[in-house]
């Protein structure tokens, strides 16, 4: 583990169903997690990768997306930030805002050298719904772009043009999708949230998935296997930490209620199983919503819990 640590905020809400994400790096601060890394050892700096919040508000559907424009424009932020920030000798936690920012964060990580970049995608849902068309009527998951994340970093084919072209990877002249089987595991994902052609996609193209049910059998051994996976491949690993792999029923400040998740001590002890390897570089947390804690204390209890995955052996 470095001794440095870079927390890289991103207040936005652009890709998202409904606002308070933009509160998360502001209360996560607030609850210590600075400080209590320091305690730890750590130097850390606080970077901001917005000027101001990146606010909900109501969009009209355009291109089967609401707020198209306004998530580019986070993630050309986010991507311009990270780029100097991972070409230094520190660890960024990245901290959301909605998990339409992570494709900026991969490809900020990735370059068009020979480096073999993965991840970690834990996470509630795969994130692979597609923009709405005419053949079908708008809903929540088929409008927001967050619930798009990986139809865009793998290329699926009817995700937006606009996104694809600005994760495509170009190495030797060859355009690249960031994301494929070869350098990725989903983990935790709880299995009922799958669409059928969800799974066919995963199936077609022969993605290492281990869902929820998988996980809360053995975590740190869930963990440990798909971490060995990975690391045989890949020379660095991003750590894409969705709270919404937490069951909502047990710990509720997930943005998007999900209530087929883990414990929110056994994505802890994964968590910390990730933060070991020694190809880690980085962490991005998302879809945390303040606004479901008014009183503060889930938000102490997943900093206090993000800073233990940091503990040095």
């Known amino acids: 583990m470095k001794d440095s640590i870079t927390i890289v905020t991103v207040p936005s809400e652009a890709g998202t169903h409904w606002g308070g994400q933009a509160k998360a790096p502001a209360a996560l601060l607030g609850a210590g997690l600075t400080h ?28 089967g997306v609401r707020n198209e424009k306004g998530v580019l424009e986070v993630m050309q932020d986010v ?7 991972f070409s230094s ?26 480096r073999r970049v993965g991840m970690i995608y834990f996470d509630g849902d795969v994130d692979l719904s597609l923009p709405t068309s005419e053949n079908r ?5 088929a409008c927001v ?9 793998t290329g699926r084919r009817g995700g937006l043009s606009s996104i694809r072209d ?24 709880d299995p009922e949230q799958l669409k059928p052609e969800h799974w066919l996609f995963l199936l077609e193209n022969q993605f290492k998935a281990i869902g929820a049910p998988r996980v809360r059998e053995s975590p740190v051994a869930a963990a440990a296997e798909a971490l060995s996976w990975l690391e045989a491949r890949c020379d660095y690993i991003l750590v894409h930490f969705d709270l919404d792999v937490v069951s909502s029923e047990q710990f509720p400040l997930g943005n998007y209620p999900h209530y087929g998740g883990l414990l929110f001590e056994d994505a802890m002890e994964c968590l910390k199983e ?22 503060g204390r889930l938000v102490e209890r997943l900093v206090d819990g993000i800073v233990e995955t940091f503990e040095r052996d």
């Open 137 to 141: 009527p708008p809903d929540s998951d």
């Open 79 to 85: 991507r311009a930030t990270l780029l100097p920030v």
């Open 145 to 153: 772009l967050d619930s798009m994340v990986l139809t865009h970093l």
């Open 166 to 189: 600005f994760l495509l990877l170009k190495h030797e002249g060859v355009a690249e999708a960031l994301v494929t089987a070869s350098n990725t595991v989903l983990f935790g994902f």
């Open 89 to 114: 000798d520190t660890v960024p936690i990245v901290i959301g805002g909605d998990c339409s920012i992570t494709p900026a964060v991969l490809s900020a990580l990735s370059g068009p050298d020979s």
């Open 36 to 63: 209590k890394l320091e305690l730890k050892g750590f130097d850390t700096t606080i970077v901001s990768a917005l000027r101001e919040p990146h606010l909900w508000a109501p969009h009209p559907l355009k291109n």
């Open 274 to 295: 990730f933060m070991h390897s020694n190809k880690l570089a980085g962490l991005v947390v998302t879809e945390v919503n303040p606004g479901n804690d008014p009183g």
